[in-house]
């Protein structure tokens, strides 16, 4: 079938059988804010002759773009009536110090997204390449905003494509080296999970820069970020990264998508297992997000299938943000299913000093967790993200980027218990409680005894006490993911008389802190207390006296227990010997 004058499609063209010409007239596929047209998947159907694309990007977007120019017989001049361009022969504003349309070399030993690797044309008369992706600057120059439309006119890609795809080894490691720009080659949004591809040694993520947000957005697995998608928009170019030696990448019409993709990016899904952490400035704009995910057959390590590598903005104004692991930073972090607590660093990378805020969207796909923390390592801060979604925090500029947060994933858990040896005592003839620590998944211990004393940081502490009241004791049990659990007890300290006397009024008792015994006593009148210490053999190691003691109180004794050791304390008062065995 040949056409018999001008055509232009504004939605698809679906050629199922037989073979339309374009009769030399004008074949034009419509881009607009809203859709843009395309050609559907042949399956005994054919096009020849000239057609011509357009391509429309919103007056929002100023700075690199991945563009994609998929027809053959075309030249670089053909951008010129639609964008500012410039140095290369031929560029409608001049040649200037660099280019505004690049092509990228894989082969150049660089790290990735390094100048030296962006190679311009040498002119205007340069063939366009249907599979190389153009990293294109489009800018207003000063002007006012205001959309664009980019068209192009060449015979139609179409058919088998074999993409060009390389792997050089270079001293800057595998995670630098293989990534290669490539071109939409059809003028249809196409599907990158289409099981019509054929792959080899290919990561399974996708990467497009978008300049509107000023980050990387892209997908992987069927895992968005940033917003990105697993549909390659028509004249969209994207990046890929080879993990290895011969690497191979082959497109046929299948791959094509049914819908019309948008140029840059659709909405972030949150599905089960999947945690987004998103970072906004302080004025609110989202600035950049990554994603975490569950998924059996994941491994801590990077998985060529379900992860993606975080790609700093190109923007220098952006922060960015990803999960760290194993001298890696992930847009996606895909983990495998948990049976034990887990740590995840988490790093954000600040150019403008300033507040910002981290949202956790898809809490509740871990609500199973005993606890899920997050630790600022700067402040010591710990949020617990099963109460909390956001936290807001200063930052000065940090380009080194150290990880700065940490992900507590609790999956054990932990219970505190204890049991105390006592809970009553008597200030004066027994103030001394030992605990009995009975945490279960505890690897971090401490003791709050009620009496604003110091934390213990004892496993099975003794405390004692030397004033009266009820005291609430506190164990808090945690383990090396932060997780903690509290547990509490009341001790009552009180004048009850104790069995060393038989007068009510009067009464004495001795506590040992360490190497250093107190005397707790209880006079009605002054009384006189000698104080005298027996090693086992029975020899005097030391003497105290005090001539008068009254009333309620405590006094240190002025010698200390000299070794570990079984020794005997006797008290002499108002006609009273009262024997001591102190172990210390």
Known sequence: VAVNSDVSIKESLLLNRGTLTSNGHSFTLLSDANQTASIAAFSDGAFVGNITLQRYIPAAVEGWVNIALPVKKATIAALNDDLITYGFVGANSGMGANSSILTYDESVAAPFADPTSFVAPLSSNDSINPLRGYWVYVTNNGASAADKLIDISGELNSGRQEFAISYTNTAYGPDEDGWNLIANPYPSAIDWNSPAWTKSNIDNAIYVYDAEIGQFVGEVGGVKFNKGSNLIASSQSFWIHAN???????????????????????????????????????????????????????????????????????????????????????AVNTIGELQNDFELSLRVQVRTAGNYQLNFKGLQNFAGMNCFLLEDLITSDIVDLKMDSTYTFSS????????????????????????????????????????????????????????????????????????????????????????????????????????????????????????????????????????????????????????????????PLLFALPVNGIYTLELFYNNTRITKKIIN
């Not at 140029?263 to 990554?290: C, F, H, M, P, V």
């Not at 059996?296 to 060529?304: K, L, Q, V």
């Not at 009266?468 to 004791?473: E, H, Q």
């Not at 250093?516 to 003497?543: H, R």
Request: net charge negative; hydrophobic share 35%; charged share 15%.
């Open 244 to 330: 290895a030696a011969s690497p191979s990448l082959v497109a046929v019409e299948a791959v094509k998508a049914n819908s019309n993709a948008n140029y840059y990016k659709t909405t972030g899904e949150i599905s089960s297992g999947l945690l987004r952490i998103q970072l906004n400035e302080s004025n609110g704009n989202y600035a950049d997000e990554t994603v975490v995910q569950v998924k059996s057959g994941a491994s801590e390590y990077f998985d060529t299938e379900f992860d993606a590598y975080k790609l700093t903005s190109l923007d220098a104004s952006k922060p960015g943000i990803s999960t760290y692991l194993f001298g890696k930073n992930f």
């Open 396 to 555: 000065g500029i940090d380009t080194a980027g150290f990880p700065r947060f940490m992900l507590h994933f609790g999956v054990i858990g932990v219970q505190a218990s204890m049991i105390p040896s006592q809970t009553t005592l008597n200030l004066f003839s027994n103030p001394t409680v030992c605990f009995t620590n009975t945490s279960i998944g505890a690897s971090n211990i401490s003791w709050d005894f009620g009496d604003g004393s110091p934390l213990d940081w004892s496993l099975n502490p003794c405390h004692t006490y030397t004033t009266l009241g009820t005291f609430t004791v506190t164990l808090t049990a945690s383990n090396i993911t932060k997780c903690s659990q509290t547990n509490s007890t009341q001790i009552t300290v009180n004048t009850v008389t104790g069995s060393e006397t038989n007068q009510a009024s009067e009464s004495i008792g001795i506590s040992k802190e360490s190497t250093q015994l107190y005397a707790n006593y209880n006079f009605a009148n002054n009384t006189k207390v000698v104080f005298k210490l027996f090693n086992l053999l029975g020899e005097q190691i030391g003497e105290a006296q005090v001539e008068q003691l009254q009333n309620s109180g405590r006094i």
